[in-house]
C-alpha cells in the first residue's frame, strides 16, 4: 500500500529550509573566520610595537649598571620588570659581553633557554615571543638581554570575541530556521493538497475536484488539475467501448489462427508472447497460458540447422527494424523437450489503428521432411560418393570463388593437387574393392590433417586437391608437407597384406593477379607432374615465374611429339664415359648411352625434359625398346673402333614392369651377335625395390646370358641396403646428389663413404656420377671409389664421333 506522507527530507520545504541553512552558516562561518584573522594580525601588531618599546627601556636601564657590574641594581629592575603587568614580560635574563648570564628573572632556565623566535605567528604555541636584544653603552656593546613577551592577554581577548560571534551566530541561524520554517509552510500548503489529489487518482478516483483558492501559479495549476480529471473520465468511457469492440474481433482472429496449418506466435511490443495457435503450440512444445508474458526467444528458440548456432529471433528483428522479416534459408526450431523441426518462417508488425507498431506476429511451419529431400539432392549433386568428399565440379566453383575473393579483397590462397604413388600397386594386386578402401582411408585421414576453414575434394580416381584459404605460400607449403609425410607413414591393410603409399604434390598460389580458374588447375596439376618427375612423394610449389612449370607445360604437348619422333626415328644416342679412378688400373673406359630426341628442326632434346615427359605419357617402354635395339646395333657396327670395356643401358621403371621385356632383351641380343658381357643394364634404385622379385628374376635371368647389371641413383631410397642380398647387382653408382656437394658437406661425403664401404664389402663395383671439379675428383680417389663419370671427365657426345684412335687418358 502506498503511503499518503511525504518523506521528511524530500519535501520542498524541508529542501527549502535546509538549504537556507546551508547558506547561512557558510557565511556566519566565513565571517567569523575573517574576524579571527583580523584579530591575528592586529596582535601581531602590537606585538611588534611593545617590542620596539620595551628594547630602548631595557637599553637605557641596563646598559650603565652592566657595565658597573651592579648586580643588586641590574636584578631589581629585572624583577620589576618580569612582574610588572604592564611590560608583560615572561622572563628576561642579561648576559654580560663574554656571553655569560649574568642575572635574570622569571621562570626560565639561563643554560637551556628557548630559540629566538622567527616571526610572531611562530609564538602562538607557547604563547611566549622568544626574543634577543644588545646591551650597548655610549656605542659600545656590553652585552644583551634574552626575554619572552608574553602573548597570553591577546589570546583571552580573541577567545573571548570568538564566543561572542558563536553566540550571535546561533541565535541568527536558529530565527532563520523558524523564519523558514513559516514561510515554507505557507508557500507549499497548496502544494500538499495538490499531493494528496493525485494520489487519491491514482488510486482510481477521477471523480475527485480540486477548489480553486488563489490565482498564483498554484491555483492556475489546480484549475489545469481538474480539466485533466475530465479528460480522463471521458477517455475511459470510450475504452470500456473499445474493450467490447476488441473483445469480438478477438474472438473472430483466434478462430481463423486455430483453423489454419502454420504455427502463429504474437508479441507485443516488448517481444513478450500474447498468444499462441494450436499448431504452434505442437511445433513449440509450450502451451499458449504457460507462454504467454514470456520473452518470445523462450518460446520460439531457432538455430542454424547446419552449425548449431543461435539466430536471431525474427520477431525480435521485427519489432528492431519495423518491418517484415524473412527467416533464414537453414532456420531451425528446437522445441522445449530438445527435439528439432526445419522452419520457414516471417514476422510482421503488428500495427495499430494510427499505424504505429504495437507488436509482431510469427508465421512459421515445419519443412523438415522437403529440406531433407533437398539437402540429399543438394549433397549428392557436389560431393562424391566413395568418399564423401565434394567432387570436383563443386570443387572448380569453390577455386573460382576463391579467386573472386583474391581479386576483390586482396587475400592470397593456394590449391594442392595431390596425385597417389602406387596407388595402382593397391588395385591391381588386391582388386577394386581394396583400392575403394584405402581411398576411404585417406579421405578420412585428409580430413583431419587440415585447417577448418580449408576444403578437400576427390578431383579423380585417386587424385585429391585442397582449397586452402588466406594463407601464405609458406604456410600452404609446411601444410603439404604435413599431409605427405602422414600418407608416406600410413601403411594400408587388406586381407593380411600391407601396403605402403606416397603422395605427389603440386601446390600453386591464387592470388589477385592469378589470371582464371582454368590457369590454375592447369599449373597446379604441372606442378603435380613436376613433383612426380623429382622422384615421387615430392612435392613443386609453383609460382608464376616459374621456369620449370613452364617447361613442364610444355611438356604436355608431348604426347603427340614422341609417337612422332619414334616414328620418324628423330632420336639419336650419345655416350658419357665413365673411367677408374685407380691410378694402377689397365681397364678401358666404360661408357654410359644416353638417348636424346630430335626436334623436327635438328635442335636436341636432352634427357632431363624429355624422359620426365615420357614417363609421364608411358612413352618410356617404346623409347627403351628403341635404345635398346639401336645400341646393339651401334655397338655391333662400332664396338670394335671404340675400344670400350662395356656400354650401360638404362632401363625404366615402366619398361621393368612389363613381362615380356626379358623376352624381347634376349631376342635382340642373339640378333645383334653383340657379346652380352659389353651389355650393363641401369636400373634406378627405385623402379628396382617398387618390385623387387620381378626385377631380381629379369637381373637373373640375364646375367646367365653375360650381361651385368648397376643400380642407379643408389642412396635416395629409404631401403637401399637391405634389398642389395635380393638382387645380382655388379655395381652401385651413388646418387649424385650426395657426390655433387660431398667436398663441401660432411653429411654427403659420410654417405658416399659408407656407400663406398658396402660396396667393398659386397664385392660390388662402385660408380660415382656428378664428377664436376677436381676437388670432388680427388675426394672419390681418396675415399677408394671404383669409378667415376661426370662432366669434369667427359662431356656427352655422339657415339658416332669416337674411334678406338680417339681414347682420353684419365683427367688428374
Known amino acids: 500500500m502506498t503511503s499518503n506522507k511525504t518523506p521528511f527530507f524530500h519535501s520542498i520545504r524541508t529542501r527549502l529550509v535546509i538549504v537556507s541553512i546551508v547558506i547561512e552558516v557558510t557565511m556566519l562561518g566565513l565571517l567569523i573566520a575573517n574576524s579571527l584573522r583580523l584579530m591575528t594580525d592586529v596582535m601581531e601588531e602590537r606585538t611588534e610595537a611593545r ?19 651592579d648586580h643588586a641594581s641590574i636584578n631589581e629592575i629585572l624583577q620589576q620588570l618580569v612582574h610588572s ?35 610572531i605567528g611562530l609564538s602562538l604555541n607557547d604563547l611566549v615571543y622568544d626574543t634577543s636584544i644588545p646591551i650597548t653603552l655610549g656605542g659600545e656593546t656590553v652585552g644583551y638581554a634574552r626575554y619572552g613577551l608574553s602573548l597570553a592577554s591577546y589570546m583571552a581577548s580573541k577567545d573571548n570575541i570568538l564566543r561572542q560571534s558563536l553566540m550571535i551566530a546561533g541565535a541568527e541561524i536558529l530565527f532563520t530556521l523558524l523564519a523558514l520554517g513559516l514561510a515554507g509552510f505557507l508557500l507549499t500548503r497548496h502544494i500538499r493538497t495538490l499531493l494528496v489529489a493525485t494520489r487519491k487518482i491514482s488510486g482510481g478516483d477521477y471523480d475527485l475536484h480540486i477548489p480553486v483558492k488563489s490565482r498564483d501559479e498554484i491555483g492556475v495549476l489546480a484549475s489545469n488539475f481538474n480539466t485533466m480529471t475530465d479528460a480522463i473520465r471521458n477517455r475511459i468511457a470510450a475504452l470500456h467501448q473499445s474493450e467490447l469492440e476488441l473483445h469480438e474481433e478477438k474472438e473472430r482472429a483466434e478462430v481463423t489462427l486455430h483453423s489454419i496449418g502454420d504455427g502463429v506466435i504474437t508479441t507485443d511490443l516488448q517481444g513478450r508472447v500474447r498468444y499462441l495457435n494450436p499448431v504452434a503450440e505442437t511445433l513449440t512444445g509450450c502451451t499458449s497460458a504457460e507462454s504467454v508474458g514470456k520473452p518470445i526467444e523462450t518460446v520460439y528458440r531457432v538455430q542454424d540447422q547446419s552449425t548449431g548456432s543461435p539466430l536471431a529471433n525474427p520477431a525480435r528483428l521485427c519489432l528492431a527494424e519495423d518491418t517484415v522479416i524473412s527467416g533464414v534459408n537453414l532456420a531451425q526450431l528446437v522445441r522445449a523437450d530438445g527435439r528439432a523441426y526445419a522452419v520457414e518462417e516471417t514476422a510482421a508488425p503488428i500495427r495499430g489503428k494510427a499505424g504505429k507498431t504495437i507488436g509482431a506476429v510469427l508465421v512459421f511451419h515445419d519443412v523438415t521432411e522437403a529440406r531433407e529431400t533437398s539437402r ?35 587475400t592470397n590462397h593456394a590449391f594442392c593437387y595431390m596425385d597417389l604413388d602406387q596407388f595402382k600397386v593397391v588395385n591391381d594386386t588386391c582388386g577394386h574393392i581394396a583400392g575403394d578402401g584405402l581411398l576411404i582411408e585417406l579421405a578420412t585421414m585428409l580430413r583431419h590433417r587440415v585447417r577448418d576453414t580449408d576444403t578437400i575434394a576427390r578431383l579423380g580416381g585417386d587424385e585429391f586437391g585442397i582449397l586452402m584459404r588466406n594463407i601464405p605460400l609458406n604456410e600452404a607449403r609446411a601444410l603439404a608437407e604435413d599431409v605427405r609425410n602422414r600418407i608416406r607413414d600410413y601403411r594400408y591393410l587388406w586381407d593380411g597384406q600391407t601396403f605402403e603409399v606416397g603422395i605427389s604434390i603440386g601446390v600453386v598460389p591464387i592470388r589477385p593477379d592469378t589470371s582464371a580458374a582454368a590457369d590454375i588447375f592447369s599449373n597446379a596439376d604441372i606442378a603435380c607432374f613436376v613433383a612426380k618427375d623429382k622422384g615421387r612423394n615430392q612435392i613443386h610449389v609453383s609460382s608464376l615465374d616459374d621456369v620449370e612449370q613452364a617447361r613442364r607445360h610444355l611438356e604436355m604437348q608431348w604426347s603427340v611429339r614422341i609417337p612422332s619422333a619414334l616414328e620418324n626415328d628423330r632420336f639419336v644416342l650419345h655416350c658419357q664415359k665413365i673411367y677408374p679412378l685407380d691410378a694402377a688400373s689397365v681397364e678401358s673406359p666404360r661408357c654410359e648411352l644416353l638417348v636424346r630426341m630430335l626436334e623436327e628442326d635438328g635442335s636436341l632434346i636432352l634427357p632431363g625434359r624429355l624422359i620426365p615427359a615420357a614417363e609421364r605419357f608411358r612413352h618410356m617402354p617404346e623409347i627403351d ?36 621385356l626379358l623376352d624381347f632383351v634376349k631376342r635382340e641380343i642373339l640378333r645383334s651377335g653383340v657379346r652380352p658381357s659389353l651389355i650393363t643394364f641401369e636400373i634406378t634404385e627405385t623402379a628396382a625395390i617398387r618390385n623387387v622379385s620381378h626385377a631380381a628374376r629379369f637381373m637373373t635371368e640375364l646375367k646367365k646370358m653375360g650381361c651385368q647389371f648397376a643400380l642407379d641413383d643408389f642412396g635416395s631410397g629409404l631401403s637401399s641396403f637391405g ?90
Open 51 to 69: 617590542l620596539q618599546t620595551v628594547s630602548p627601556l631595557l637599553n637605557a636601564s641596563l646598559g650603565a649598571r652592566l657595565f658597573e657590574r
Open 85 to 119: 603587568t604592564v611590560a608583560e614580560l615572561d622572563y628576561i635574563v642579561v648576559f654580560d659581553d663574554k656571553n655569560v648570564a649574568y642575572a635574570q628573572a622569571g621562570k626560565v632556565d639561563a643554560a637551556k633557554l628557548p630559540a629566538i623566535d622567527q616571526n
Open 376 to 410: 540429399k539432392l543438394a549433397h549428392q549433386a557436389t560431393h562424391d560418393a566413395l568418399t564423401g568428399l565434394i567432387n570436383r565440379r563443386e570443387f572448380e566453383r569453390q577455386v573460382e570463388d576463391a579467386l573472386r575473393d583474391a581479386k576483390e579483397n586482396g
Open 723 to 812: 634389398y642389395l642380398k635380393m638382387l645380382p647387382v655388379d655395381y652401385l653408382k651413388i646418387d649424385g646428389s650426395f657426390v655433387r656437394n660431398m667436398v663441401h658437406d660432411e653429411h654427403d661425403h659420410s654417405i658416399v663413404v659408407a656407400i663406398t664401404q658396402i660396396a667393398k664389402t659386397l664385392k660390388i663395383g662402385c660408380v660415382a656420377e656428378f664428377i664436376e671439379d677436381e676437388s670432388t675428383l680427388q675426394a672419390l680417389k681418396e675415399i677408394g671409389v671404383d669409378y667415376g663419370q661426370g662432366f669434369h671427365l667427359h662431356r656427352p657426345e655422339a657415339i658416332t664421333s669416337l674411334t678406338a684412335a680417339e681414347k682420353q687418358p684419365l683427367r688428374g
Open 625 to 660: 625398346r628403341w635404345v635398346i635395339r639401336n645400341a646393339l646395333q651401334l655397338i655391333a657396327r662400332h664396338g670394335t673402333q671404340l675400344g670400350l670395356a662395356a656400354y650401360a643401358i638404362n632401363l625404366s621403371g615402366q619398361s621393368l614392369g612389363q613381362e615380356d
